[in-house]
Each structure stands twice: as C-alpha cells, then as structure tokens.
C-alpha cells in the first residue's frame, strides 16, 4: 500500500515558508525592505499592511525610504513603525520617510541570533506537529487492517526521512542567517 504524503509535504512546505518570511524580518547587517512587512498602519479606520499604503525601497545600506501614495498617512506611517519597536529612527520629508537603522551592536547581534533560533524551534515544532498527525493515522490504518505491519514501518520511515530533510535545510537557512547577522 502507498501512503498519500500530499498533505504532510504541504505542511512541510508551509513551515519551510514560514520560515523564510521570518528570518526575513530578522534584521541583518543591512536594512531590507522585508523588514517592515510585519508593519501594519491605521489607513481610514482598517489596520493593513504597510506596502498597502506605500512603496519601500533601499536608500542605502541602512536606510529605507517609504514613498506613500496619500502624504496625509505621514503621521499614521510614522506611529506605525514606532510602535513596531524595531529600534529606528524615523524621519519625514518632502519626499517620503526615512526609516534608519542604527548599526548592529554584539549585544544586538547575540539577541538576533536568539531571536532566530526560537524561530527556527518553532518551525521544527510544526513539523514534529504535522509528523506526529500523520503516525496516528499510520497507526488507525493499521489497526483497521488498511496497512500491514511492514507497510506500517516502511511508511514511518518514509515520514522520519521527510521530516530529517526538512530539519536540515532547516539548519541550513539558520546557518546562512547568522552569517549575515555577523557581518
């Protein structure tokens, strides 16, 4: 019998995806426009996404410039990222606003590498999740005589080798980030 791993490799994807979008968000040596992405502005009453209410751009290593499309959203944009807490300066001009990033200190760095690697427990958490849904099911198959008892292993090991791939690009992408954080 052939297991179907269609919904266990899409949540494989998902976590792999998840991932990526938050170490995106890990602030690095340089600013990215990803950075702002978890920003959300009160634009006319709804809270959306900051790209909703203007484009981001790099000015330089450690700037952002955030050209809006209202200037009336200048004051909402500017709250925005201050309550986002992310440790910038912000300024405003004829142009737009400027987001700085100040440079990264070792004591800064140390917390961004935390920081991503509670990111990456919590992406390892939903895989042992997904993988832990998918042995019940393994076992219910086999208790109602849907899988034998060498298909059941044979499929369980299947899973296991899935879920050590996933790790290890996992760890991969920790690794790659952590090179940026110490640059």
Not at 78 to 95: F, P, Q, R
Request: glycine share 4%; hydrophobic share 40%.
């Amino acid at each position: 019998m052939t297991y179907d791993f269609k919904h266990f490799d899409t949540k494989l994807t998902e976590a792999k995806e998840w991932l990526v979008r938050e170490f995106a968000a890990v602030r690095t040596g340089r600013a990215t426009p990803a950075l702002l992405d978890m920003v959300h502005v009160e634009s006319y009453g709804t809270r959306v996404p900051l790209v909703q209410v203007g484009s981001v751009g790099n000015e330089d290593a450690r700037t952002l410039r955030i050209t809006l499309w209202d200037k009336g959203q200048i004051k909402a944009v500017e709250k925005a990222i201050t309550d986002a807490n992310l440790g910038v300066s912000v300024m405003s001009d004829d142009k737009g606003i400027r987001v700085i990033f100040p440079e990264l200190t070792s004591d800064r760095r140390v917390q961004l590498m935390k920081l991503a690697k509670a990111k990456l427990e919590e992406s390892r958490v939903a895989v042992r999740k997904a993988r832990d849904e998918v042995m019940k099911d393994i076992e219910a198959k086999e208790k109602e005589g849907e899988m034998s008892e060498d298909d059941k292993f044979r499929v369980k090991e299947d899973v296991q080798k899935r879920v050590d791939l996933a790790n290890r690009g996992f760890d991969e992408m920790l690794t790659k980030k952590e090179a940026e954080i110490q640059l």
